[in-house]
């Protein structure tokens, strides 16, 4: 069994950068240790490791996969366990964005987003279950908020999210009640780091009734929150000023 005053123990993927390192950071100062998936941002994700390890001595590992790769995921699970002892939460941030337009999407480039987006938390989900049974843990699924308001060229990747959505709320029917899965969508926190149109900017700006951006911090403050406890599972968190209105 797992000892009742160990530190708790979060797997947050997509760790290095971004959401991810926001939400790292919190889990964190928080008093959980952690291990920081990466994927192509290992010297990020070291140097994340570092800076919490600086603070709490021997508090993280970095676990390097790439999440489309199926057999690749019950290892960053096992190797979770192998080096804290437990499993406590599972964070599943890591996700592919790339413009989708209906004409010029093809079957491999769907396939590639839901790999990554609906796939990989399912099976990280499966993989940890019995670990996070034990614990009485939580997953919390990063969501969009194009998964419930897509736009026309982004009609795959709003479709994964949607996936991941409805991943939510089986899951929570599925691991209950020793287990609570719930999802954060946020709006723009954001911008995405190749650019956008400045028009695009305005219009989101625009349809925001808070007029602002959110914050990475803010993301990670409701992940803190849903991971802490209480009588919430299957519930979307809408991070988005308002826009969904």
């Known amino acids: 069994m797992p ?12 760790a290095a950068r971004r959401i991810g390192a926001a ?50 995921l019950p290892a ?48 990280l989900a499966q993989a940890a279950a019995p670990q996070l049974r034990a614990t009485h843990g939580a997953i919390v699924n990063i969501g969009d908020l194009y998964a ?3 736009r026309a060229d982004l009609v795959a990747y709003a479709a994964s999210k949607a996936a991941l959505l409805g991943l939510t ?6 691991l209950a009640p020793e287990v609570r899965v719930n999802a954060v969508s946020p709006g723009a926190i954001l911008w995405p780091e190749d650019g956008a149109d400045p028009a695009v900017q305005a219009r989101i700006l625009e349809a ?4 602002r951006l959110g914050s990475a911090g803010e993301i990670a403050d409701a992940v803190a929150w849903l991971l802490r406890g209480g009588f919430t599972t299957g519930e979307v968190l809408r991070l988005d000023g308002g826009r969904s209105l």
């Not at 000892?3 to 997509?14: K, Q």
Request: glycine share 4%.
């Open 3 to 14: 000892d009742p005053n160990a530190a708790p123990v979060a797997l947050v993927t997509g």
């Open 23 to 72: 939400i790292a950071r919190r889990l964190h100062a928080d008093g959980y240790v952690l291990a920081l998936h990466c994927h192509r941002s290992r010297g990020e994700a070291d140097a994340l490791a570092a800076e919490l390890d600086a603070a709490r001595p021997d508090s993280t590992c970095v676990l390097q996969a790439d999440l489309a790769d199926a057999a690749a």
């Open 76 to 123: 960053l699970v096992a190797a979770t366990v192998a080096r804290f002892g437990r499993l406590d939460a599972l964070v599943n941030n890591a996700a592919a964005f790339a413009p989708t337009p209906l004409e010029t999407t093809d079957a491999a480039a769907f396939d590639a987003l839901m790999a990554t987006n609906a796939r990989a938390p399912f099976l």
């Open 148 to 150: 419930e308001r897509p």
């Open 169 to 174: 709320r089986g899951l929570a029917i599925a």
């Open 208 to 211: 925001t009734p808070l007029a």
